[in-house]
């Protein structure tokens, strides 16, 4: 298992190389003059647009800018972005933010979606169980920013339970609500995903065993039962960290919170690209890594896996 | 000129109303909860898209920011609709409006307890001007004697050439004459050169600007009425007032915040819940079907921007330029009034010159009958355009950019009003370019295929402003490529006048001649609406559409 692990943080480095490049390129090479929008309706300062072409050393070949680029990346400087803010400072401003919001999405998915998955499961036709059909089915067909909408309209405008937007503190409390617009599709995915997966393994033949062996129910369900039927699960809210991370845009807007989808989508739209290749990078890595937790926890979900 | 607000704003998709490059992160007073903290406002903010140098700030966010925290030789006074006043000059006076001779007040500070004299404008100025520097509004010292010395462009656009390193770093039309006088000699009359230098890239600098001009970004020090306190990326930029400011106008709040949302919707949530004191920009949600006030009641505030849009012919292309019935055709078959109401929910009004109105010097009118809609005049114009030898284009194509500022719906209007009138004879398509920045590279490389949208906000509220940088040939902003010698005369005749009355009304003629030739087509303008939270009073807005900061008070409660 070390050798495996040790040989899968090797490939990432072979990876961030090529990333960086991709998105270096693509984004400066967006179609249009990035310093020609920035002026209003009148052509730039022409001194203005000479100062900015040099600090990002837009007049070299693509490789030097590259290779400049990733020299200083290796100092750890990222370099200022067009508005003169370091770029360190907002990833150190924007990544906090955005975890905090993905572990409340996290734990409400695990905690909503597993557990509605089990018990609907267990207990396939009963009340509960159309119940948690039909509210994920409902969740599932409403677009997030309807969801978003609405929460915001109805707990924080009309009943005055919520703050409408998030104060930039970001408290834990505040972000319950837009934690769970976040979460809302994920969860309605994670609970019939579990819930199939306890269905079918329900009957199984391991199950069968341990229910003839006399073992209490708790210990069935709880050990044998649950840690098989997480695979799919797991699986899925792997691969999900890192969509809740850059696909948050929409809910960070609703709510105002200062996050790396904005974040990314502010650089893409005004053409500043010194944001957006940090960002994406170090997304690319929370996706890696994620897969990565996901291929591992495998195999302590199911003994069979085994990883040489 | 300023970037303007709407610029910034994804319309459109309901989803992603959001605030492109302007507004991001949420923000509350620091005490949290929600009251603000009792002594602070919370007032509606955007990114800065530069550092906060005065010269650096050409669009409204920064800019906004930076009027609070300077003021300069002359103020816009809300309270006389924009006129300036004299804030830390005491007289401005010119003979010939070209030296012109400025004496300071004594007794103003900046925040770091220094005094403000002539050589901080002085300094200020060359260095903003200088082009080693790079500042986004260095061009507006080109006025000054003495400019192409602290000045140079790359002789080949954006070629391997550099720009010469500049043959000095001061300007000589700048001299100081004493600590509270200096005297400024102009390259060429201009009258309106006082009503100018109330614009924030003429603000002074302290002397530890220029020691330490990277310190002064992180934290900016001014002679305005508030100080700045600190700042957050995309969330807050914290001010307080400045107990030593010797300026008329001073701040009655002792903590002015602002807040930056990341889309206006959440802005307007909470305005109406009172976390947030002041907007100007009510979303179009809260628009349609006057919901906006309802919500608000009598914190609702309707009012006008200077800002001003029209329709541009490319001069330099002859195939769409064509005659000047042509041009006044297409004008008279665009239905302003509907297109208004229907589409801006009457938050645009129907605009009948070149001007936009409120701006001193302004004249409604100067258009006459060219800007109202008139399908049968049109037609009649069209076909006498025809007899003068002009071929139609197969398609007008109308050029916006789709991705930001909601232009798609109204230039779509525009283009089936003209389309409709003339009963397919004349196709107009409205054609997007899918960025603002392709679409400013083609304006500005003089590339362009069809007419295509334009748009002005005043710098400063005099007609001069809508004039000169538009139309003159040669003109930084004229970028159809317009000229015309005989308006080009009376523009400096304008220029050259002594007195402020008789010098408007040479730049209103000069805006009549432009009926003449209709090289741009004016649309409409902007108005304005703003709210107010319960928190506080005495609400005025500026001339410039934005909270005057420095009137407005708290309820005390």
């Known amino acids: 298992m070390g050798r495996y692990t040790l040989r899968r943080l090797l490939q990432l480095i072979p990876v961030i190389l090529g990333t960086t490049f991709l998105i270096h390129f693509l984004v400066w090479n967006l179609p249009g003059d990035p310093f020609a929008g920035r002026c209003g309706e009148r052509p730039c300062n022409p001194a203005y647009i000479e100062r900015m072409t040099e600090l990002y050393n837009l ?42 919001l993905a572990v ?145 845009i929409v809910t960070e807007g609703i709510f105002n919170i200062n996050g790396v989808g904005q974040t990314i989508y502010r650089g893409i739209i005004t053409h500043d690209a010194t944001a957006v290749v940090p960002m994406v990078t170090v997304l690319v890595l929370v996706y890696l890594l994620a897969t990565l937790l996901v291929d591992l926890l495998y195999a302590v979900l199911d003994p069979r896996i085994r990883y040489e | 000129m300023r970037v303007s607000r709407g610029a910034r704003y994804l319309a459109g998709a309901a989803v992603l109303m959001t605030a492109v490059a302007a507004c991001g992160g949420g923000g509350g007073a620091s005490g949290g909860g929600g009251k603000a903290a009792a002594d602070a406002i919370n007032v509606l903010g955007c990114e800065p898209e530069n550092p906060l140098i005065p010269a650096d700030a050409n669009e409204v966010c920064g800019g906004k920011v930076l009027d609070s925290l300077f003021t300069g030789l002359v103020e816009y006074d809300p309270d006389r609709n924009g006129e300036p006043v004299n804030a830390v000059a005491s007289a401005i006076e010119s003979k010939d409006s070209k030296v012109w001779t400025i004496k300071l007040n004594q007794g103003w500070k900046f925040h770091d307890g220094t005094e403000v004299k002539a050589k901080n404008f002085v300094d200020a100025w060359n260095w903003s001007a200088h082009s080693k520097n790079g500042m986004q509004n260095g061009s507006w010292f080109a006025d000054i004697e003495g400019f192409s010395d602290v000045f140079t462009e790359d002789p080949d656009g954006d070629g391997p050439q550099k720009a010469p390193e500049p043959k000095s770093s001061t300007m000589k039309g700048l001299k100081v004459i004493d600590d509270y006088t200096f005297e400024v000699t102009l390259s060429h009359p201009v009258s309106v050169f006082p009503v100018k230098l109330g614009y924030t890239t003429f603000s002074p600098l302290p002397d530890s600007f220029f020691k330490d001009p990277e310190a002064f970004k992180k934290k900016p020090i001014g002679n305005g009425p508030f100080k700045f306190v600190d700042r957050k990326n995309q969330q807050y930029i914290h001010e307080e007032k400045f107990a030593e400011y010797k300026g008329a106008r001073a701040a009655k709040v002792n903590k002015l915040n602002w807040k930056i949302y990341q889309n206006e919707d959440s802005a307007y949530a909470d305005l109406v819940s009172g976390k947030l004191d002041f907007m100007e920009s009510i979303p179009p949600s809260a628009l349609s079907g006057d919901k906006w006030k309802t919500d608000l009641g009598e914190r609702a505030i309707s009012g006008q921007q200077m800002v001003f849009q029209s329709v541009t012919f490319p001069m330099y292309n002859k195939k769409i330029w064509g005659n000047a019935e042509w041009r006044k055709a297409i004008s008279m078959a665009i239905d302003r009034d509907t297109i208004t109401d229907k589409i801006f929910n009457k938050g645009r009004l129907p605009i009948k010159g070149w001007v936009a109105p409120g701006v001193t010097g302004a004249k409604d009118g100067a258009c006459g009958e060219f800007c109202t809609y008139n399908p049968e005049k049109a037609k009649q114009l069209l076909a006498e355009a025809k007899q003068k030898g002009f071929t139609p284009p197969a398609e007008l194509k109308l050029f916006y950019n789709a991705d930001r500022g909601g232009h798609k719906e109204w230039t779509e209007a525009v283009a089936n009003s003209v389309t409709q009138t003339f009963g397919g004879e004349v196709k107009m398509v409205a054609t997007p370019y899918p960025t603002f920045d392709e679409f400013r590279a083609a304006i500005n490389d003089h590339k362009m295929e069809g007419i295509y949208r334009t748009g002005w906000q005043a710098d400063y509220p005099h007609i001069e402003n809508f004039l000169n940088p538009l139309y003159k040939t040669g003109a930084s902003s004229n970028d159809g490529l317009y000229s015309n010698k005989k308006l080009d005369a009376k523009l400096k005749d304008a220029d050259k006048e002594v007195d402020p009355a008789k010098s408007q009304a040479l730049y209103q003629e000069a805006e009549a001649m432009l009926a003449e030739d209709m090289n741009a087509i004016p649309l409409w303008y902007y108005g304005l609406q703003a709210g107010h939270s319960p928190n506080v009073k005495n609400v005025k807005v500026t001339p410039f559409g934005e909270l005057d900061v420095t009137s407005v008070e708290l309820n005390k409660s």
Do not use: C
């Open chain 1, 59 to 100: 007049n070299d070949p693509l490789i030097i800018q590259y290779g400049k680029y990733l020299l200083n990346l290796l100092q750890g400087n990222f370099g200022e972005d067009f508005r003169g803010v370091p770029v360190a400072e907002t990833m150190a401003e924007v990544w906090p933010n955005t975890v905090k």
């Open chain 1, 104 to 248: 409340v999405a996290l734990s409400i998915e695990i905690i909503i979606g597993i557990g509605a998955g089990v018990l609907t499961g267990l207990k396939r036709g009963g009340f509960l169980d159309n119940l948690v059909m039909i509210s994920t089915l409902f969740l599932m067909s409403l677009p997030v920013f309807v969801i978003g909408y609405l929460l915001q309209l109805t707990l924080g405008l009309q009943l005055g339970i919520i703050r409408p937007t998030v104060s930039p503190e970001m408290p834990w409390s505040e972000l319950i609500v837009p934690g769970f617009v976040l979460a809302s599709l994920q969860v309605a995915f994670t609970a019939r995903l579990t819930r199939a997966s306890i269905a079918e393994n329900m009957r199984a033949d391991y199950v069968r065993t341990a229910v003839a062996k006399g073992l209490p129910r708790r210990r069935v369900v709880g050990v044998h039962l649950l840690r098989n039927s997480l695979i799919p699960a797991v699986t899925f809210l792997g691969t999900e960290v890192g969509a809740l991370m850059a696909g948050a």
